[in-house]
């Protein structure tokens, strides 16, 4: 008699196993990628806003190439070309360079964003009132500017951790490349893709609960 066939054939719970392993590690690069370059996009930001000829002339259009060029072209050009000039990196490291540099070139306007929105009157009174320029920086337009960009630095965040998978292409194990591996042994992508897919909403949803809560808290 011939055996039933089961929609599980060739999956076992190793593979979730390496799945949840995969999920980790795009969790762990979208984390240094996004904070180093979340920090590096309000530098940039700032030098965007106060400076024409440093952030006009000489910043702007390089940060214009990381957004404007896809972002799988960049991780394989950085990665191809890096050994050429004396960098040995891993897939790991080359895709946290990249992302980083992406990602801050996405923070850069939204921190801009941020600065430009606080009125010139509000500043030149918190001036008026003996404040330092850095005082004023830190206490009146962090504040007010962080609260009004906040929903789109959280858009950034989940749109970077889901570009996190393109670093795939370069041989790092994420989880969008752990998916490909187990679809190749097991020929059940709809069962594997469905797994990886609830793992990403896992890795994002609470981030944008958080970010709901956070911001309604903040309206207070």
Not at 107 to 124: D, F, K, L
Not at 136 to 163: E, N, S
Request: glycine share 8%; hydrophobic share 50%.
């Amino acid at each position: 008699m011939q055996e039933p066939i089961s929609f599980f054939t060739g999956f076992n719970p190793n593979d979730l196993w390496f799945l949840g392993e995969a999920a980790l590690k795009t969790l762990w690069i979208s984390i240094l990628s996004i904070t180093v370059g979340s920090v590096m996009g309000c530098v940039f930001g700032w030098i965007l806003h106060e400076s024409r000829f440093a952030g006009g002339i000489i910043l702007a259009p390089i940060l214009d190439v990381f957004r404007s060029v896809p972002l799988i072209i960049q991780l394989v050009l950085f990665y191809n070309f890096a050994p050429m000039v004396g960098l040995d990196l891993n897939p790991f490291l080359s895709g946290v360079v990249i992302l980083t540099f992406y990602t801050a070139s996405l923070v850069s306007n939204v921190a801009r964003g941020g600065i430009e929105s606080v009125e010139m009157s509000m500043r030149r009174a918190s001036r008026s009132l003996g404040l330092t320029y850095w005082q004023d920086l830190f206490h009146v337009v962090l504040p007010i500017g962080g609260r009004t960009v906040f929903p789109a630095w959280i858009g950034v965040v989940l749109g970077v951790m889901k570009d996190s998978a393109l670093v795939s292409v370069l041989g790092y194990v994420e989880l969008l490349k752990a998916s490909q591996i187990l679809i190749t042994r097991t020929q059940e992508p709809l069962l594997i893709l469905s797994i990886a897919g609830v793992f990403y909403f896992a890795l994002s949803y609470p981030i944008s609960l958080y970010a709901s809560r956070f911001e309604k808290r903040w309206a207070k």
